[in-house]
């Protein structure tokens, strides 16, 4: 048990690496993506939204050290500590000259209390030179990489039009594993026509890969994206939130319990959201997955093979 909770929550872990509550700052660092720009696709994933999946950042204009101040603002309405992680959550934030990022990821880390970095990213945007970087930091503060993998069944990832294969991400945690800096994987829970035992397939993948962390998000349907109208021709089954429940018991069940749970939900911004409309109430998701995982009477790891 992690205090309170079945499962190794990134809130627990956090507490134990810097003895209080790490608050997360959601960073736009300005970035764009190959995805979008042109470079792979001009498409983006069939499920991207207008801000690159990072809905709830500062605007992109201000300074990396604005936006932390304003977040920092925002953020002490909920929560008190002096210790913050700088998230940068929008398009790929390594998608960039190792100059250019270097200036951003210094320029967070000199801002008061900022304790470590959180930067997301595609793993084809991760190369020698920047793991360099990457490293750098690593040894000055607490740092973790996040890749956006949803899936490890490539006939999904093509339908998606996430741009790289498995292949592509493997080589990316190599290199960062190597390096010895954190990788936390995404997965997406309900994308269009995956079966339950592919979705535990992508999970089993992570727990063998032995990750720092892993992200969970319920796929959602944002309005304006090609999601939306995919869905409004097709209607594909979404996941109920029992089903989603489930599924998610079954994945922490298998996930060893080293590996630190950073989501288990998604982030839609209201406005914007589609489908599914039970996701908006979070904390009855999770309070559904604690009830689940007492009934089984069961804890992450419990049918690990590692
Ligand atoms: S990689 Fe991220 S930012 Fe780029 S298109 Fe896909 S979801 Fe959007």
Not at 30 to 41: A, E, V, W
Not at 71 to 80: A, G, I, L, T
Not at 189 to 198: D, R
Not at 246 to 264: F, G, P, Q
Request: proline share 2%; glycine share 4%; net charge neutral.
């Amino acid at each position: 048990m992690w205090n309170d909770k079945r499962y190794h929550t990134l809130d627990y872990e956090l507490k134990k690496v810097f003895g209080e509550k790490a608050i997360k700052l959601s960073i736009d660092g300005n970035f764009t993506c190959p995805n979008r720009d042109g470079k792979i696709s001009d498409k983006g994933c069939i499920f991207c939204s207008e801000r690159g999946s990072g809905d709830f950042t500062s605007d992109r204009t201000k300074t990396i050290s604005t936006q932390i101040c304003e977040q920092k603002e925002f953020m002490s309405k909920k929560w008190v500590s002096n210790t913050y992680i700088a998230y940068f959550q929008n398009y790929t934030n390594t998608y960039d000259s190792v100059e250019n990022l270097r200036i951003k990821f210094y320029e967070a880390l000199s801002c008061p209390n900022i304790k470590g970095l959180a930067i997301a990213t595609r793993p084809d945007c991760i190369n020698k030179e920047i793991v360099e970087l990457l490293h750098e930091i690593n040894s000055k503060t607490f740092l973790w990489i996040e890749l956006g993998l949803q899936t490890i069944n490539e006939e999904t990832s093509m339908f998606i039009r996430r741009g790289y294969k498995l292949a592509a991400f493997d080589t990316a945690v190599n290199l960062l594993t190597e390096s010895n800096i954190r990788v936390v994987a995404h997965l997406i829970i309900g994308l269009p026509n995956e079966t339950k035992q592919q979705i535990l397939k992508s999970a089993k993948y992570i727990d063998n890969l032995n990750l720092w962390g892993i992200k969970l998000h319920m796929l959602h349907i944002l309005k304006n994206t090609d999601l939306e109208k995919y869905f409004n021709k097709n209607c594909f089954h979404m996941l109920s939130q029992d089903e989603y429940v489930d599924i998610i018991c079954d994945i922490l069940e298998l996930l060893n319990s080293n590996i630190i749970i950073h989501r288990l939900t998604g982030d839609g911004k209201k406005s914007d959201l589609i489908a599914p409309l039970w996701s908006l109430n979070k904390l009855k998701v999770l309070s559904e997955i604690d009830r689940e995982l007492k009934y089984r009477q069961s804890i992450q790891g419990i049918k690990s093979a590692l």
